[in-house]
């Protein structure tokens, strides 16, 4: 494709998933990276010395100078709001990391405007890409274990192990920090994309390890107007886990699924023909299922999520698979669960 | 002349629970290897079933490993080295918790209390080594490299983590730097682990860069290979092993292909070496003798 036809992209924080994004989208015969905006000069100045892109200190700026065709949104989550208004203003396409924003108020002004526009919107739940999860949802739609009754997800990782120190945003959940924000989100994203959004939520609990300000483990029960209910624990303090692992389990009147983001096994009630599952334990490796993606960084879901937001700003998808409204949706069950927490979970 | 790898290599992934493929198996490995004689006890299963060649991931435990490997020079010092650098979780954590400037001013600066250069260069402050990045990727190097100190390095693999987010960055620089002072600093070859072996293969003959270890994912089902069997395939018969040595790993893709079925596949391929995990002495003396490449 020549320069001039390309998608014009913008990488708004180049911290960890900035930086991640850029290597990856770089990849995409379509695109080309334009600018870069990250307030931290060190970072900037490699930006600067090694990449061929523009580079600004402060998004404004950025915006002031030019119009990307899109953006990837990759700050604390607390910059997003004004970041994205930035982008509305100028037409732009904008994939944002989760969480959404930091505020309810502020996810639901962004989902209104975009819902009514025609620019793609996207949020970095990786979840709704990964090969197992894709297939579970597959099977769910398809009723393979039947009518749903109870699930449990569940997330863990070892990211704080230890007492002190811990500056910037992550410890203000004002700023979108702690463990529910930026690992429970994705946890009941999950919730959200394979069995829907709980009616209530209740009996929640925050428990505080080592962070100060901000909770280490988080649980719940959501509920449902169809008699369906569901738990979710996750906890970011645990050393028993080497790297992050989300595992969701579920139960329907035809059988039982266990899944996390390598494995799948379904105890089935009875044998699908349609499906090739016999009764009783049928296990599906990520090996049986996987899809190949055309350049590979950090497991094959961070490409496929990237590459669909590309897909929909070129018009080859029409339905993006995690916009701003599924966001939000997370965002209001986040809301819920503090509220819940506050309101019954702290005894005095 | 690049010198020759070992064509047998055994790997560590069976010791640090990792299985691509399951959790649950990534658990058990993690249980049955948590006493480290276990560790020990292969490793010597594999040594007495004729492997030559390890590679070690930098990682908390493979301090540990080395050192028992230094205590009897008699018995491991024929043994070439293939550490694989750098440990991506100690990273990964570290800049989930902190970000990315705080948690190299940790490593550099905490892990390397002892060093005087370290402590000299944290006068001027990480503002200074930003502006050298190739200088904070050495120190990094050497910081990594300690644990191996005294062995035979071979060559020193830099973690596909690392190789395809800067692959993506389309930076010839980072990737000329680092094999030119691996070759001199190390003594050693360099080598670049990946899972986009078709896509690195054609940058570094765009860029110039020669006489460089490739260790890629390599099976039949195209199992973690970008963008697909069919072209790494294409890629490895042309390749010319004079120029670019291609280690195969995840050759059984996690168990999902029966041994014989895999090194079937992998003996008909132009390959220079294979890495491989077990963790019993039966699939050791199995592997070691399925693989004629």
């Not at chain 2, 132009?270 to 963790?279: C, D």
Request: some cysteine; hydrophobic content about 40%; charged content about 20%.
């Amino acid at each position: 494709m020549e320069i001039k036809n390309k998608i014009k992209i913008a990488i708004i924080g180049a911290g960890r998933m900035g930086i991640t994004h850029y290597s990856i989208i770089n990849s995409h015969p379509d695109v080309m990276i334009d600018a870069v905006a990250e307030p931290s000069g060190l970072i900037l100045n490699m930006i600067k010395k090694y990449l061929p892109v523009k580079t600004f200190k402060d998004f404004n700026e950025l915006f002031d100078k030019m119009t990307p065709d899109a953006i990837l949104v990759c700050t604390p989550p607390n910059l997003h709001y004004a970041i994205i208004q930035k982008a509305i203003e100028k037409g732009i396409h904008v994939f944002a990391e989760k969480p959404f924003t930091a505020d309810l108020n502020e996810a639901k002004e962004l989902t209104s405007i975009y819902s009514r526009s025609h620019l793609v919107n996207q949020v970095g739940y990786v979840n709704r890409f990964n090969d197992v999860f894709s297939k579970v949802k597959e099977f769910i739609d398809n009723e393979v274990i039947g009518k749903l009754v109870r699930f449990k997800s569940e997330m863990f990782s070892c990211t704080i192990t230890k007492a002190g120190e811990s500056p910037g945003w992550r410890s203000s959940r004002l700023n979108g920090g702690g463990a529910t924000f930026e690992m429970a989100s994705h946890a009941i994203d999950l919730v959200n994309y394979l069995i829907g959004k709980p009616d209530k939520v209740t009996g929640s609990a925050l428990n505080f390890l080592y962070s100060e300000n901000v909770e280490d483990a988080v649980s719940s029960t959501f509920l449902y107007k169809s008699g369906m209910s569901g738990t979710i624990y996750i906890n970011w303090s645990d050393p028993s886990y080497r790297k992050p692992t989300n595992k969701i389990e579920i139960f329907g009147d035809g059988g039982r699924m266990l899944a996390d983001q390598h494995s799948l096994k379904i105890f089935m009630n009875r044998t699908n023909e349609k499906y090739g599952l016999t009764q009783g334990w049928n296990t599906i490796y990520i090996t049986d299922i996987f899809k190949p993606v055309p350049f590979y960084v950090r497991g094959n879901e961070f490409t496929r999520q990237l590459y669909h937001f590309i897909d929909c700003i070129m018009g080859k998808e029409h339905t993006n698979k995690c916009s701003f409204a599924d966001g939000l949706n997370t965002h209001e069950i986040i809301s819920d669960i503090f509220n819940d927490y506050e309101k019954n979970g702290r005894l005095k | 002349m690049m010198g020759k790898i070992d064509k047998i290599v055994f790997g560590d992934n069976q010791f640090f629970g990792i299985n691509h493929m399951s959790q649950e198996k990534a658990q058990q490995l993690a249980e049955q290897f948590f006493d480290i004689s276990n560790i020990y006890r292969i490793y010597n299963i594999a040594i007495d079933a004729g492997v030559n060649g390890i590679m070690l991931n930098s990682n908390d435990r493979a301090r540990d490993i080395c050192d028992f490997f230094r205590s009897d020079p008699a018995r491991y010092k024929h043994l070439n080295w293939y550490p694989s650098i750098p440990y991506p979780y100690k990273y990964a954590n570290l800049v989930a918790e902190k970000g990315i400037i705080p948690a190299i001013n940790e490593v550099l600066f905490r892990d390397n209390n002892a060093s005087g250069v370290a402590n000299l260069i944290f006068k001027g402050g990480l503002a200074l080594l930003s502006k050298d990045a190739i200088k904070m990727m050495q120190m990094l190097i050497d910081t990594e490299m300690k644990i191996f100190r005294g062995l035979n390095v071979k060559v020193v693999f830099l973690q596909n983590i690392i190789t395809d987010l800067m692959l993506g960055y389309d930076v010839r620089t980072v990737f000329e730097e680092y094999c030119q002072y691996i070759r001199k600093k190390y003594k050693a070859l360099p080598g670049l682990i990946t899972q986009n072996m078709p896509w690195l293969l054609g940058k570094l003959k765009e860029w110039g860069i020669n006489e460089v270890v490739i260790c890629t994912s390599f099976n039949k089902i195209g199992y973690l290979m970008s963008p697909d069997v069919k072209s790494y395939i294409e890629a490895a018969s042309r390749n010319d092993p004079e120029n670019f040595q291609l280690m195969a790993m995840s050759t059984l893709a996690s168990g999902a292909i029966p041994a014989k079925e895999a090194y079937d596949f992998i003996n008909s391929q132009n390959l220079q070496s294979v890495v491989f995990g077990a963790s019993s002495a039966v699939h050791i003396r199995e592997t070691t003798k399925l693989i004629r490449i």
